[in-house]
């Protein structure tokens, strides 16, 4: 049984660029959520999807931006590219939104 | 909006210490409660969860946690470390009724001494 993959493992950009990170949940998972990690703390909750749909959102700038595709797999969006926005990027998928999410092993963004 | 708190963000221990992290958190309504570990070079994977019941949860690995409502604390307990359990802890929290947005805690990094 896969559990969540996503992809790159890790990524180098430059201030102003765009990136598309990549996320296959697990399978029989409907439901997409998507964290950014800083170094030093805690995920902090992107956005969910779920029917393709975004569902709920946390307090990040439309430059980031999702999809969900209906194999429920899903994709983060970052455009014009901030330092700032260097971090672990973390996508869990759930069966439905309100069940346990798990959690896949990230994509290390850079921006230089 | 929920919110969670972790103490002592660097634990260093000796096998066969025992091991309490604490993890409180600040919401006024039904909350669900989670561990999750995140081991070297490993993801995040789930310890163990509360959504109601009983307040003492048993998870993997011989990790346990308590529910205390009054004090909006849901503590992580292991009464005998071993090496392997080094790693980083969170606490996450999210509300029972509406959205299921994980608040996370800043971790705490546990290293155990062989």
């Known amino acids: 049984d896969a559990g969540v993959t996503q992809s790159p493992t890790h990524l180098i950009k430059t201030r102003g660029q765009q990136v598309t990170l990549r996320c296959s949940p697990k399978s029989g998972h409907d439901t997409v959520s998507w964290y950014q990690q800083a170094l030093g703390q805690g995920p902090q909750f992107i956005f969910q999807?779920?029917?393709?749909?975004?569902?709920q959102r946390g307090n990040f700038p439309d430059r980031f931006s999702g999809h969900q595709f209906p194999n429920y797999s899903s994709e983060l969006n970052v455009n014009a590219l901030l330092l700032g926005d260097s971090a672990l990027y973390l996508c869990?998928?759930?069966?439905?939104?309100?069940?346990?999410?798990?959690f896949g092993p990230g994509t290390r963004l850079l921006v230089l | 909006a929920q919110s969670v708190s972790q103490h002592n963000h660097h634990v260093i221990l000796s096998e066969a210490a025992s091991l309490e992290l604490g993890c409180n958190y600040s919401y006024g309504g039904t909350v669900n409660l989670f561990w999750y570990v995140q081991y070297p070079g490993q993801h995040l994977q789930l310890l163990l969860k509360?959504?109601?019941?009983?307040?003492l949860v048993k998870g993997i690995k011989g990790f346990e946690a308590e529910f205390i409502k009054s004090k909006f604390s849901f503590n992580l307990r292991k009464p005998s470390v071993q090496w392997s359990d080094t790693a980083e802890y969170f606490c996450a929290v999210n509300a029972y009724y509406g959205n299921n947005r994980l608040a996370f805690g800043k971790g705490n990094q546990v290293v155990v001494i062989p």
């Open positions: 869990a998928s759930s069966l439905r939104p309100k069940e346990t999410q798990y």
């Open positions: 509360y959504f109601s019941g009983d307040p």
């Open positions: 999807y779920y029917e393709e749909e975004e569902r």
